[in-house]
């Protein structure tokens, strides 16, 4: 059974730091393509950041790039999405997700059949 478990969140002040951790478990991680999702109250889920089962190609989202930045530990079996200098609207449930095969739009939440339980992220003004 996979398992997707994500930490690392919480409350923020606008200008600070988060690492989110998503640790892996019941899949091939080093050949899964990764990816982080967003949503917030209202909102549908956003598309942040993405990483191809290659672990060479990585895509993010125009609102977070230079500010965001994913990773993967293969020994670790586990992502981070490192978070700096956050705003307010960066302010909703993050999510991790999986995908085990080749998948061709890493910024599709369908194309990933993994997902966390997600972790709050709140970053106030």
């Known amino acids: 059974q996979v398992q997707l478990v994500e930490s690392g969140g919480g409350l923020v002040q606008a200008g600070g730091s988060l690492r989110l951790s998503c640790a892996a478990s019941?899949?091939?991680?080093?050949?899964?393509?990764i990816a982080w999702f967003r949503q917030a109250p209202g909102k549908e889920r956003e598309f942040v950041a993405g990483?191809?089962?290659?672990?060479?190609?990585?895509y993010y989202a125009d609102s977070v790039k230079g500010r965001f930045a994913i990773s993967t530990d293969n020994a670790k079996v586990t992502a981070y999405l490192q978070m700096n200098s956050l705003k307010p609207e960066d302010t909703a449930v993050y999510y991790c997700?999986?995908?085990?095969?080749?998948?061709?739009?890493?910024?599709?939440?369908?194309?990933?059949?993994?997902w966390g339980q997600g972790t709050q992220v709140t970053v106030s003004s």
């Open positions: 019941g899949l091939t991680f080093s050949r899964s393509a």
């Open positions: 990483v191809r089962r290659n672990r060479i190609t990585v």
């Open positions: 997700a999986a995908a085990a095969v080749t998948i061709m739009r890493v910024t599709l939440p369908s194309e990933y059949n993994h």
